[in-house]
């Protein structure tokens, strides 16, 4: 795993992931000039998203394509409680 | 006829209706919702709320005529025909009858606030041609204030093959749209004040088409969602706003974070994004701490210990300083027992975990962040139980050591203001507009108070703990940790009445009839501006984010300011729509 990758969200979910089984969402930050994007990486533009396992995250983390890896994060509805 | 079950306006519109049919209701028209006053083939009918037992069946109505909605709650809403109003009364499982007000007019009071009703009619602008991208808890298809105007549904919650943005959920369209359901409402509230056509309580741009993204609030399937949006109006040939309404803290909160990344790049002529910029103004979720070279600096934490049956509950805390210095991070735990400092780890996993007597810690130190150069770090608690009868005493506690400086300005979140908050004396009440608020591309929407007083649809009085004729004091201030300017601008976001979605809970006190329920929030705010978004792409389609973003906040102020003037509480103050 090429950890400088990863963000510390990301990298906390998978110290702590449980098993080969469990998926993780994720931004995919690509750099732009970079023709050679991964298999798994579907989609437009310099930053995409995918659902991928543990084992994914650290192929992509290899690729030399890929600048940084984020895990997406459940945001809240904006109503005053 | 029990009379006594029967609210007085109920009951003076079927007195009316028995002594002179039809037209005796007319007087009553105005104020009763939807009650059949002219001359149809239908029996004259009103919307109505029964009171019964929670979970009472009520199948057996039918036979009077009766329409009920969904719900098992107490109270229910339905239509009755009026000739049989008398044999409902007498029914044992229906406690009271209430009719169903026409609603005050507090969106009214909203779009004045900003003389939008003076901008539409000078320029006959209504959204027409103009898509409104809705991403939020869905939308309740069966409302009169979006008939015909919901394009697609994209629902994210759904099991299917999704769309090309994603390849989950179902798109929806026709009469398949109804399989998609706002079970919160929020989502509906929202479209209805940018969009809805509302006898009463019009939304900004009536005529504006609706797509709509009901999404499980993933910021990367929130991103999808946008992406999603755009394609679909570009399909038609039309302009697009999305409205966002919702937001999170676990960001970097200068507009680098993944999801503003994904903002920054969609938007362009004719694709424009607005946001909320949060909730948290009353909250103490941000602390910024100086760090001296070789010193340490420490951070309390309020944090609710669990009790002994909940389920384990973790509190996130994230802290971001320049790239240039490095910092070394520690957790005290309520019995004082410190976790090592934990210095940035480059080589293997950069998370530690340690197992304290008050709860698990877990510390995250990677290297700089590869998009904006800056330090991270991550420190989760899973505080252990406390049994009951007993409480624990002292605070969790950060702590940072300088280990080499040379700027030493360190911020940090509570990612969850609802399961932890921040003390002492480096609380500061800024920097608290978090992605996607924090988006560069995004127009970004702080709240202002319209309205603090109302009267339910019972006829009982309520009052907000609001400043009226203010910024709200809830809404999120800038600026961004970069110092760029975030909100943009104020709108009317409290109390804010729009259209209810029937499979939704709703708190009695904010019901305004059957239609539409009151709410308050950035996330009423946003749609406002996305609806005057819309208005101006009607007059030009090749508006982008920097045009939109200048001639709103050009037409903006805030008590004290001037022109090109920003608070972090108002951004550029409350829009005037006037001469737009």
């Known amino acids: 795993m090429d950890w400088?990758?990863?963000?510390?969200?990301?990298?906390?979910?998978?110290?702590?992931?449980?098993?080969?089984?469990?998926h993780f969402v994720v931004f995919i930050h690509l750099h732009p000039d970079d023709p050679a994007v991964p298999g798994v990486v579907a989609g437009d533009g310099a930053v995409r998203t995918a659902t991928v396992t543990a084992d994914e995250v650290e192929s992509l983390s290899h690729d030399t394509s890929v600048r940084a890896l984020r895990l997406a994060t459940r945001l809240r509805a904006t109503e005053a409680p | 006829m029990r009379h006594e079950k029967l609210s007085p306006a109920l009951a003076a519109a079927a007195d009316a209706f028995a002594r002179a049919g039809r037209a005796?209701?007319?007087?009553?028209?105005?104020?009763?919702?939807?009650?059949?006053?002219?001359?149809?083939?239908?029996?004259?009918?009103?919307?109505?709320?029964?009171?019964?037992?929670?979970?009472?069946?009520?199948?057996?109505?039918?036979?009077?005529g009766v329409q009920l909605n969904g719900g098992e709650g107490p109270v229910r809403t339905g239509i009755v025909p009026l000739e049989r109003l008398g044999a409902l009364s007498e029914d044992p499982a229906v406690h009271r009858i209430v009719a169903s007000t026409r609603l005050r007019l507090l969106l009214d009071v909203a779009t004045a606030a900003v003389h939008v009703p003076a901008f539409r009619s000078r320029t006959g602008r209504r959204g027409k041609g103009v898509v409104i991208g809705i991403v939020d808890s869905g939308i309740e298809v069966g409302h009169d204030s979006f008939a015909g105007r919901i394009h697609r549904v994209w629902d994210q919650t759904l099991n299917g093959q999704g769309v090309p943005e994603g390849r989950y959920g179902v798109e929806l369209k026709g009469s398949s749209l109804s399989l998609s359901r706002d079970t919160n409402g929020h989502g509906t509230h929202v479209a209805g004040i940018a969009a809805g056509a509302d006898d009463t309580y019009e939304g900004v741009a009536p005529d504006a088409r609706l797509v709509v993204v009901k999404t499980d609030l993933l910021s990367a399937h929130i991103a999808d969602g946008i992406r999603y949006v755009f394609r679909v109006a570009g399909a038609l040939r039309q302009p697009a706003v999305v409205n966002l309404s919702l937001g999170?803290?676990?960001?970097?909160?200068?507009?680098?974070?993944s999801l503003s990344a994904v903002i920054d790049e969609v938007v362009g002529p004719g694709r424009i994004v607005c946001c909320a910029a949060g909730n948290e103004g009353n909250d103490n979720?941000?602390?910024?701490?100086?760090?001296?070279r070789g010193g340490?600096?420490?951070?309390?934490?309020?944090?609710?210990?669990?009790?002994?049956?909940?389920?384990?509950?973790?509190?996130?805390?994230?802290?971001?300083?320049?790239?240039?210095?490095?910092?070394?991070?520690?957790?005290?735990?309520?019995?004082?027992?410190?976790?090592?400092?934990?210095?940035?780890?480059?080589?293997?996993?950069?998370?530690?975990t340690h197992s304290?007597?008050?709860?698990?810690?877990?510390?995250?130190?990677?290297?700089?962040?590869?998009?904006?150069?800056?330090?991270?770090?991550?420190?989760?608690?899973?505080?252990?139980?406390?049994?009951?009868?007993?409480?624990?005493?002292?605070?969790?506690?950060?702590?940072?050591?300088?280990?080499?400086?040379?700027?030493?300005?360190?911020?940090?979140?509570?990612?969850?203001?609802?399961?932890a908050q921040l003390t002492g004396k480096a609380v500061s009440d800024s920097m608290k507009v978090g992605s996607p608020g924090a988006a560069t591309g995004a127009i970004t929407v702080a709240s202002f108070t319209t309205r603090t007083a109302w009267e339910d649809i019972f006829g009982q009085p309520h009052e907000a703990g609001l400043e009226l004729d203010d910024i709200s004091d809830f809404s999120s201030e800038g600026p961004r940790r970069d110092g760029g300017q975030k909100p943009d601008l104020a709108a009317p976001g409290a109390m804010i009445a729009s259209a209810l979605s029937v499979h939704s809970p709703v708190l009695p006190e904010l019901l305004m009839d059957s239609l539409h329920v009151l709410m308050a929030g950035t996330s009423m705010a946003t749609p406002f501006i996305s609806g005057i978004v819309a208005l101006l792409l009607e007059g030009d389609r090749t508006l982008g984010p920097e045009q939109v973003r200048a001639v709103l906040r050009s037409h903006s102020a805030?008590?004290?300011?001037?022109?090109?003037?920003?608070?972090?509480?108002?951004?550029?103050?409350?829009?005037d729509a006037r001469d737009l």
């Open chain 2, 24 to 64: 005796g209701l007319a007087p009553h028209g105005d104020r009763l919702g939807l009650v059949s006053v002219s001359p149809a083939a239908r029996p004259a009918r009103a919307v109505v709320f029964l009171h019964v037992e929670a979970g009472a069946d009520l199948e057996h109505l039918a036979d009077l």
């Open chain 1, 4 to 22: 400088s990758k990863l963000d510390p969200a990301l990298a906390a979910a998978l110290d702590e992931a449980g098993g080969p089984e469990r």
């Open chain 2, 356 to 419: 304290l007597a008050d709860g698990l810690v877990r510390i995250t130190t990677p290297g700089p962040d590869p998009t904006n150069g800056d330090h991270a770090f991550l420190v989760q608690i899973e505080p252990a139980p406390v049994p009951e009868g007993s409480h624990r005493r002292g605070s969790w506690r950060l702590r940072v050591k300088g280990t080499k400086v040379t700027d030493g300005n360190l911020d940090v979140w509570s990612v969850d203001p609802v399961a």
């Open chain 2, 248 to 257: 999170g803290q676990d960001d970097s909160h200068d507009g680098k974070d």
């Open chain 2, 285 to 292: 979720i941000h602390a910024r701490v100086k760090v001296p």
């Open chain 2, 296 to 352: 340490t600096r420490t951070i309390p934490c309020a944090i609710a210990a669990p009790a002994t049956d909940s389920p384990p509950q973790v509190v996130s805390f994230t802290g971001w300083y320049p790239g240039v210095d490095r910092l070394s991070v520690a957790v005290v735990s309520p019995s004082e027992v410190q976790t090592p400092f934990q210095p940035i780890i480059t080589k293997g996993s950069p998370v530690r």
């Open chain 2, 558 to 575: 805030f008590p004290g300011g001037g022109p090109g003037r920003w608070d972090p509480k108002w951004g550029a103050g409350l829009l």
